[in-house]
């Protein structure tokens, strides 16, 4: 059961902000109202998979509340949201936090975030508009590529949010930022943050370190982060989130040849997103876990299994490969899958939206030929008599020398048979062996 979350209502901390002339102040939170917002077209997306050899592909929908589970997760139950009034007379407009990305095709269907109305506000409601941007160099840039509207009439926090008219793709990082606009004199929202700390932080409050420079306010047209700002160890960042759609691939890359003894190393290729903790809920709470008070255990982002009886074995995101030694010969079949855990658009944990991605891992502790790729020649070098085994049905035998010249033939059935070169002079041939519907295998042969 997820766990209720307390808010203080006197929290408030002041800060100067650089190239200002006034001060920005954060205030407490009052409570957070989950009610119904529109859904994502891929909130409620059964993600199925499948076996497809070495790569298997899925497509998901997710909204990434991400920088509300840090808080939701991670805080103490006496510890609440901050809130930053908009439009706040100090000159800052926009308000809102980052996301990686590295899939040159995520698409971007809408956008979310939660806000209030503040209580002074002489509007029964007021509008909160929120923007899509490209991040350069680590700051957003406008134009924004697009942005959705919405209505908040409450003072409790209200998770607000609408899609776009045509998905919106981006290349690199991105950011969602947000503001209220209003619509008569005195209209003001409330913009709601996490009270994220930076791992340097002094702060007494050890569940708050988790801030990572993510969050955004814009003064003018000038963008710069919150971490700092607010106080040292502080790195606030607000509750926004993109809704996204994107093609997941688990993909690995397996050894070959025999792998007996021998410590090999299978490639674990996977999409970005699969081990990302803004996108897998599942990498969040691996990333976070010394952190979390809520008692919930990890969930596996990547679960190994190389048919061995060994067992699973699991690998962090930061180092996705994995070395496995085969201990006896034979030929083994092995699994990677990988677990991808959406996030839901009220910040509540899916437990029905769990998906496995599995792909084939093999390799052979000693190889197993076939057809003529099973012959044996022996003994190499040799005096004159040539042993030739495994031979297919109706094998031609054909020994040539350096110049391309052959200089012996014959025919053999299945199985053994011995060519007598004992004629031949010293030196180097190939014995070529073939058969109908067969390749041709070449060895190269000492005589001496």
Known sequence: MIKKLLFITALCASVGFANAQTNLVAQGAGPLKKQPVQESPYSNLNIQSGINEKTSTVAIGDTLWYYFLKHYYRNAASVGFYTFKSPNGSGVTHFGSRFNNTNPNMSILGLECVASRNASSPSASVTVRMYLTNVTAGLPVFPALDSVTAVCTGTAGTFLGGNFATPKFVSGDYAVLYKCIPSAAGDTAKVWMNNANTPASTSTVANCKYGEGYGYL??????????????????????????VAFNASAVQFAPTGSCTSVAYTFTNNSSYQLGHRQYNENEFYRRWLPFLTSGLAPDSVYTWNFGDATGNMYTPSSMPNIAHTYAAPGSYTGTLTAKYQRMSDSGIKLQDATTFVKTVAV???????SGVEAVNVYPNPSSGFV??????????????????????????????????????PNGSYFVKISAVNEKTKIVKLILN
Request: with cysteine; charged share 10%; hydrophobic share 40%.
């Open 363 to 369: 390799c052979s502790g000693v190889q197993v030929f």
């Open 218 to 243: 814009r003064l003018g047209s000038t963008f710069t982060v919150t971490t700092g700002l607010f106080g040292a160890g502080t790195d606030f960042e607000y509750l926004v989130a993109p809704r």
């Open 387 to 424: 042993n030739i085994a495994n031979l297919p049905s109706e094998s031609n035998i054909e020994v040539v020398n350096m110049l391309g010249q052959s200089v012996y033939t014959s025919k053999a059935n299945q199985g053994n048979f011995t060519a007598d070169l004992s004629t031949l």
